[in-house]
Structures are given as structure tokens and as C-alpha cells.
T-cell receptor, first 115, second 117 residues
Framework: DTEVTQTPKHLVMGMTNKKSLKCEQH?????MYWYKQKAKKPPELMFV???????INESVPSRFSPECPNSSLLNLHLHALQPEDSALYLC??????????????FGPGTRLLVL | AQSVTQLDSHVSVSEGTPVLLRCNYS??????LFWYVQHPNKGLQLLLK??????LVKGINGFEAEFKKSETSFHLTKPSAHMSDAAEYFC???????????????FGQGTELSVKP
């Protein structure tokens, strides 16, 4: 099973709302990733968790707050977003996130619209 | 510096004809190369990957790619296009180095494949 699940599929929020995106995998992977993808563009890495510790933050604004409660779950907490944050948010996982290149398995994404 | 260039932003083929999506990479290290496909409003699906084993890599749905070190290329091909192949395709490079903590992926800009009936 190479499935990564994400909820919700779609999310509409106002600029003052607080919401969370959820990602789950049951492949025993120890690395999980958040990406942001704008239309007609490749995904941009936001955060990497390896063994439940934040290993990479690509200078993402603090209105995005990641959380990794355990090795299977990854959350992205959203607060005071801007309309330009509207995008497809993709979660991915890989075996360990070590320096050896690994295949990343992507979820279907959450389509976020900020009004 | 590491980079990926997809030479065509859009490719259009007729159903049943061959597909060629071109990708060139630049890497100071021994690269791992991937092709991912993304159908509209979907996540990315791995088509195939090269990790220094056989230079001709076979993937899912009849796709294959050949790693050519001398040409720094990793072009994706399929002998006969199907309507369901219409999607966005990303060529991706990664590499093993202390400068690539976490095995970050470097994406090309994508090639949109259209398939005409």
C-alpha cells in the first residue's frame, strides 16, 4: 500500500479563520513533507519532518504551523492566511528522509481558497 | 548547482502515436532522477525512477526513460499515447550529499501533455 491520505479535499477560509490540514500514511515511513503548489507550477517544499522532528523549514511564514504528532500523522495549522496563500497543499512521505535520495509518495492534496 | 530543465512546456500528440517528453538535468553529484505525473486536481504519482542501476528504466502505464550521462538527459517516452495520458508531467532530480539534508527534490517546470482523439 503506497497511499497517503489528506483531509479535507477542499477548504475555504476567511483571513481571520484558523483551520488545519491533515495528512496520514501507514507505510511505516519516517519522513513526511508539506508542499505548496500554485496553478501550472511545480510543487514548492515548505516543511520536512524526519523521525517526527522538524528538519527543514523553507522560510515559510509563521501563519503556517506544522505539527507531527506521531510517525503516521502530519498536520498543517493555518491562521490569518492571505488570499495569495490559496493553492493546492500536498503532503508526501518517504522511508526515512536521510540524505540518500528516496522516492516520495504524494497524497491527493487539499485545495485551499482564502477569501 | 543542481537543476532540471524540461524542454517543452506543452506537447500535443494524437492518440496511438509516440510520446516524447524531454528533460535535461545538471548535478554536481550522482543524481537520482524521477518522473511524476499529475492529473488535473490530483496529487503526484510516481511513473518511474533512476537510481544508478540500469540506464533504461521501465515505469507504469507503458512509460520508460533512458538515463544518458553524456547528454545529461532523462527523456520520457511511450510508444503509443492513450487519452488517459493527458496530464502534467514533472521531471525531478535528487542527490545524495551533505548539502541535501532530507533528500530534497528539485522539480522541473512541468510539461503538459495533450492527447487528441
Amino acid at each position: 500500500d503506497t497511499e497517503v491520505t489528506q483531509t479535507p479535499k477542499h477548504l475555504v477560509m476567511g483571513m481571520t479563520n484558523k483551520k488545519s490540514l491533515k495528512c496520514e500514511q501507514h507505510m511505516g515511513h519516517r519522513a513526511m513533507y508539506w508542499y505548496k503548489q500554485k496553478a501550472k507550477k511545480p510543487p514548492e517544499l515548505m516543511f520536512v519532518y524526519s523521525y517526527e522532528k522538524l528538519s527543514i523549514n523553507e522560510s515559510v511564514p509563521s501563519r503556517f504551523s506544522p505539527e507531527c504528532p506521531n510517525s503516521s500523522l502530519l498536520n498543517l495549522h493555518l491562521h490569518a492566511l492571505q488570499p495569495e496563500d490559496s493553492a493546492l497543499y500536498l503532503c508526501a512521505s518517504s522511508r526515512s528522509g536521510d540524505r540518500v535520495p528516496e522516492t516520495q509518495y504524494f497524497g491527493p492534496g487539499t485545495r485551499l481558497l482564502v477569501l | 548547482a543542481q537543476s532540471v530543465t524540461q524542454l517543452d512546456s506543452h506537447v500535443s500528440v494524437s492518440e496511438g502515436t509516440p510520446v516524447l517528453l524531454r528533460c535535461n538535468y545538471s548535478s554536481s553529484y550522482s543524481p537520482s532522477l524521477f518522473w511524476y505525473v499529475q492529473h488535473p486536481n490530483k496529487g503526484l504519482q510516481l511513473l518511474l525512477k533512476y537510481t544508478s542501476a540500469a540506464t533504461l528504466v521501465k515505469g507504469i502505464n507503458g512509460f520508460e526513460a533512458e538515463f544518458k550521462k553524456s547528454e545529461t538527459s532523462f527523456h520520457l517516452t511511450k510508444p503509443s499515447a492513450h487519452m488517459s495520458d493527458a496530464a502534467e508531467y514533472f521531471c525531478v532530480v535528487s542527490f545524495s550529499s551533505i548539502y541535501n539534508q532530507g533528500g530534497k527534490l528539485i522539480f522541473g517546470q512541468g510539461t503538459e501533455l495533450s492527447v487528441k482523439p
